[in-house]
């Protein structure tokens, strides 16, 4: 799990972690949580739910795409 996690938050050299992924994360976490509590509470909007979760993922693919010419590279093996 700590392997995945860290291929996950890491840039291109699975060794320098990322801000831009840690948020992307983050913030989806958040978007699933609000929703979670919206459910219990008896009222979701699965319109809004939808438009937040599609937001956030383009969002963070755009912003580690622009990125990904500026980060470190690995070891070439």
Do not use: C
Request: net charge negative.
């Amino acid at each position: 799990m700590d392997n995945f996690l860290r291929q996950l938050l890491t840039g291109k050299d699975n060794e320098t972690y990322d801000i831009g992924r840690f948020t992307w994360l983050v913030g989806t976490f958040a978007v699933i949580i609000l929703a979670f509590y919206q459910v219990i509470n008896g009222h979701v909007n699965i319109r809004e739910l939808a438009e937040s979760l599609g937001i956030i993922s383009a969002a963070g693919g755009a912003s580690v795409a622009m990125k990904y010419k500026s980060e470190p590279e690995g070891e070439s093996k």
